[in-house]
C-alpha cells in the first residue's frame, strides 16, 4: 500500500498477475508473462492518490513516480494501447515500446521500454536531454533499469558530457537500474543476449526532444 503523497506514479506490471487499486478506481486480473515474452500493462496513479498491488501470481511490479501538483483521474495503460515503434537501422536497430506518452493525462512523466537484439546499441546516435532549449532540445531527468535475456549476460551503458567532465562506462547486469545523471547515455548489449531497459523520463515539460551528439549524429542519416 502507498499512501497519497505529493508525487504522481506509474506502476509497470512486470510479470505476474495482480489486482491494482488506485484511489477510487480497481483495475482487475492485469496479467504479463515476463518483460521479454509480452507487450506491459501500466497504471497512473496521481498525485494525491494511495494505491496498492493485490498479487494473483507472483508478481514483479515497478514503482514510478515524480512530483506533481496537477490531479488527474487515475488511468488504466493496457497492452493494446501500446505503441510500438522500430527505431534506427543496422547494428542499432532496436525496438521501442511507448507506454506513458503526452496522449496520457500525467504531469511530467513519459515512461517506456527498449528491447536491444543481441549485439545492438540503443540510445544512439548517443543523445541527450540536458537544457531546455526548444525546438533543439528539452530538458528531462532519466533512469533505466535492465534486464537481460538469458539473465547471465550483461550490456555496457557510456554516460558522457561535452566537457567530459562526466565520462564513465558502465557493465550492466539483470536487475541493474542505472541513474542517468546528465549528457549522452547510449547502450549495447553483448553478443548472445537481449537487453531490455524500462525507461522513465520527467521534466517540466513532457514533449521530449532529444538532442545527438553533433560528433556522432552523422550515424542516423544513414
Known amino acids: 500500500m502507498l499512501e497519497a503523497s505529493k508525487v504522481e506514479r506509474v506502476l509497470v506490471l512486470l510479470a505476474g498477475k495482480c489486482d491494482v487499486e488506485a484511489g477510487d478506481s480497481t483495475f482487475s486480473n492485469l496479467g ?21 498491488v493485490v498479487a494473483r501470481t507472483e508478481t514483479e511490479v515497478a514503482i514510478i513516480s515524480s512530483d506533481a501538483e496537477v490531479t488527474h483521474r487515475p488511468q488504466l495503460i493496457p497492452k493494446r494501447n501500446i505503441n510500438v515503434r522500430r527505431v534506427g537501422r543496422l547494428n542499432w536497430y532496436r525496438e521501442v515500446h511507448d507506454i506513458v506518452t503526452p496522449a496520457v493525462k500525467a504531469q511530467r512523466l513519459l515512461v517506456g521500454e527498449t528491447y536491444n537484439p543481441s549485439g545492438n546499441w540503443s540510445s544512439y ?25 538469458p539473465a547471465s549476460g550483461f550490456g555496457l551503458q557510456r554516460i558522457y558530457t561535452d566537457d567530459h567532465t562526466i565520462d564513465e562506462t558502465i557493465v550492466v547486469k539483470d536487475r541493474d537500474t ?26 517540466e515539460s513532457r514533449n521530449l526532444i532529444p538532442y545527438d551528439d553533433p560528433q556522432h549524429s552523422w550515424v542516423g542519416r544513414l
Open 125 to 149: 546516435p548517443p543523445h541527450r536531454h540536458g537544457r531546455d532549449a526548444p525546438p533543439a532540445e528539452s530538458r528531462q531527468e532519466e533512469l533505466y533499469h535492465f534486464r537481460l535475456d
Open 178 to 203: 542505472v541513474v542517468i545523471p546528465g549528457g549522452y547515455h547510449p547502450v549495447v548489449a553483448a553478443p548472445g543476449y537481449r537487453l531490455y531497459y524500462l525507461w522513465a523520463l520527467a521534466g
Open 32 to 52: 504479463r508473462k515476463g518483460v521479454f515474452e509480452e507487450k506491459a500493462t501500466a497504471v497512473y496513479v496521481p498525485v494525491g492518490s494511495s494505491c496498492s
